[in-house]
């Protein structure tokens, strides 16, 4: 088989249909399952696709269906509309899940902060009180005062030494979208990998966490 | 929740992907033939004339008798063949397929039956060899693992990503956590690293791990 023809077969969707917003959002929703820490908020994108949505909700509901065609092309649309809207479900469950996960140290770090949208903001905080204070309730009411803290393991603890932070350490399988040359991946410089394009990787999540964000890698 | 993506998903995504339909129908009220949806302006619709559309609106037309599915270029016998003799010659390297080959190829052979033809389970055949040349190829070099390194896996595919995935992820994450204790000191064990006794054979095992 030619080059040509394959390359086309690995992403034909965005080769035949250009990039949609959708294939942007699936991209992101893959990213953030596979990421270990909270990514940024696509903000821009889910108010775009959000709005894509409710146009195409109203275009379906003023569409005649009394004709085989009409009834045709609104069951198109209605399909569609579903995998739209399971994606943007998927996207933002994904991060409820995470952000629970890593409540104490979302709120505990102003730069993680930053990457949850305001109503997620709100969910954290709200979060975090309630199991906070059911947790305080149930357990450290009943330990030694020392030792009673939901963030610290002990008085004697510098800062807060018991969040539940995500494992940047972590191994991601990593593809490349664009050539970019050797990559240190340790501070001391002496473990290097060359990423290019379309190279499929398993790595470690901190190297690569900057390429992630400027899109010169996607997660899988 | 679980942190990989189940099967279910993948063949969401898949879903994406791009097959050749034959339409039997025409949509002379809309624009070019053409139904204009958020992920793109699909058709034009016309009688016999090919088109491209993804595999979902595929399913859906010929789910209602609108169209028939065409069988991908690269999943006949032919270009199978040629996938898995390839596949079998070159031990080191996996062969480029498209990335969603087996839930794709999953649900044609479910929803496309009649693309196929008498060749149907020539071509199931040989779609499940390739996939167990390449997932023996994955046990192999599971084998040879050892110690924190990065891993190639070019052109793999992403189902195939999803089985490895834990098997990978966990002793890789492991082998990194155990050479990270062998070169840095704990915060809050420092009375621990001033016991030789303890912190001797420690070292000794990893250094010969």
């Not at chain 1, 952000?99 to 305001?118: I, K």
């Not at chain 1, 709100?122 to 030694?144: E, R, S």
């Not at chain 1, 340790?186 to 190297?207: A, F, M, S, T, W």
């Not at chain 2, 064990?189 to 001797?200: I, K, M, R, S, T």
């Given at each position: 088989?030619?080059?040509?023809?394959?390359?086309?077969?690995?992403?034909?969707?965005?080769?035949?249909?250009?990039?949609?917003?959708?294939?942007?959002?699936?991209k992101?929703?893959?990213?953030?399952?596979a990421?270990?820490e909270?990514?940024?908020?696509?903000?821009?994108?889910?108010?775009?696709?959000?709005?894509?949505?409710?146009?195409?909700?109203?275009?379906?509901?003023?569409?005649?269906?009394?004709?085989?065609?009409?009834?045709?092309?609104?069951?198109?649309?209605?399909?569609?509309?579903?995998?739209?809207?399971?994606?943007?479900?998927?996207?933002?469950?994904?991060?409820?899940?995470?952000?629970?996960?890593h409540?104490?140290?979302?709120?505990?770090?102003?730069?993680?902060?930053?990457?949850?949208?305001?109503?997620?903001?709100?969910?954290?905080?709200?979060?975090?009180?309630k199991?906070?204070?059911?947790?305080?309730?149930?357990?450290?009411?009943?330990?030694?005062?020392?030792?009673n803290?939901?963030?610290?393991?002990?008085?004697?603890?510098?800062?807060?030494?018991?969040?539940?932070?995500?494992?940047?350490?972590?191994?991601v399988?990593?593809?490349?979208?664009?050539?970019?040359?050797?990559?240190?991946?340790?501070?001391?410089?002496?473990?290097?990998?060359?990423?290019?394009?379309?190279?499929?990787?398993?790595?470690?999540?901190?190297?690569?966490?900057?390429?992630?964000?400027?899109?010169?890698?996607?997660?899988? | 929740?679980?942190?990989?993506?189940?099967?279910?998903?993948?063949?969401?995504?898949?879903?994406?992907?791009?097959?050749?339909?034959?339409?039997?129908?025409?949509?002379?009220?809309?624009?070019?033939?053409?139904?204009?949806?958020?992920g793109?302006?699909?058709?034009?619709?016309?009688?016999?004339?090919?088109?491209?559309?993804?595999?979902w609106?595929?399913?859906?037309?010929?789910?209602?008798?609108?169209?028939?599915?065409?069988?991908?270029e690269?999943?006949?016998?032919?270009?199978?063949?040629?996938?898995?003799?390839?596949?079998?010659?070159?031990?080191?390297?996996?062969?480029?397929?498209?990335?969603?080959?087996?839930?794709?190829?999953?649900?044609?052979?479910?929803?496309?039956?009649?693309?196929?033809?008498?060749?149907?389970?020539?071509?199931?055949?040989?779609?499940?060899?390739?996939?167990?040349?390449r997932?023996?190829?994955?046990?192999?070099?599971?084998?040879?693992?050892?110690?924190?390194?990065?891993?190639?896996?070019?052109?793999?595919s992403?189902?195939?990503?999803?089985?490895?995935?834990?098997?990978?992820?966990?002793?890789?994450?492991?082998?990194?956590?155990?050479?990270s204790?062998?070169?840095?000191?704990?915060?809050?064990?420092?009375?621990?690293?001033?016991?030789?006794?303890?912190?001797?054979?420690?070292?000794?095992?990893?250094?010969?791990?």
């Amino acid at each position: 088989m030619d080059d040509p023809l394959i390359s086309q077969l690995l992403s034909p969707a965005e080769h035949v249909y250009g990039e949609s917003d959708l294939v942007l959002m699936k991209k992101a929703y893959i990213n953030e399952k596979a990421a270990p820490e909270l990514l940024e908020y696509q903000s821009d994108l889910l108010a775009r696709l959000q709005d894509q949505v409710h146009n195409q909700e109203d275009t379906v509901a003023n569409t005649d269906s009394s004709d085989a065609e009409g009834s045709l092309v609104r069951a198109i649309w209605r399909l569609e509309l579903a995998r739209a809207k399971h994606l943007l479900r998927a996207y933002l469950r994904t991060r409820l899940h995470k952000l629970e996960r890593h409540v104490t140290a979302v709120l505990d770090d102003p730069g993680m902060q930053a990457h949850l949208s305001p109503l997620e903001l709100q969910y954290a905080k709200d979060y975090f009180i309630k199991t906070g204070l059911h947790l305080k309730d149930a357990v450290t009411a009943h330990l030694p005062e020392e030792f009673n803290s939901l963030v610290r393991q002990s008085n004697v603890s510098e800062g807060h030494d018991m969040l539940s932070a995500p494992d940047l350490d972590a191994h991601v399988f990593v593809r490349v979208l664009e050539d970019r040359g050797a990559i240190n991946l340790d501070p001391e410089g002496d473990d290097v990998v060359e990423l290019n394009k379309d190279d499929l990787y398993v790595i470690r999540y901190q190297p690569i966490r900057e390429l992630l964000k400027d899109k010169w890698v996607e997660l899988v | 929740m679980d942190p990989l993506l189940s099967p279910y998903e993948l063949e969401f995504f898949a879903e994406d992907e791009i097959v050749k339909i034959v339409p039997n129908f025409s949509l002379p009220t809309f624009s070019h033939s053409a139904i204009k949806c958020i992920g793109g302006v699909f058709g034009p619709f016309k009688p016999n004339i090919p088109v491209e559309v993804p595999i979902w609106l595929a399913v859906a037309l010929q789910k209602r008798n609108n169209c028939r599915i065409l069988q991908p270029e690269w999943l006949n016998t032919e270009a199978l063949q040629d996938a898995l003799d390839q596949e079998k010659n070159t031990a080191a390297v996996f062969q480029r397929l498209p990335f969603h080959y087996l839930e794709i190829s999953k649900i044609l052979f479910v929803h496309a039956k009649e693309a196929f033809g008498t060749d149907l389970l020539k071509v199931k055949e040989l779609v499940g060899d390739i996939c167990k040349v390449r997932l023996s190829k994955v046990n192999a070099g599971l084998q040879v693992l050892q110690g924190p390194m990065t891993v190639k896996l070019n052109n793999l595919s992403a189902a195939e990503c999803n089985v490895i995935r834990p098997f990978f992820q966990g002793a890789l994450d492991r082998f990194h956590l155990l050479a990270s204790m062998e070169t840095t000191t704990y915060p809050g064990n420092d009375d621990f690293e001033n016991e030789d006794l303890n912190a001797q054979p420690q070292r000794h095992m990893l250094a010969t791990a």
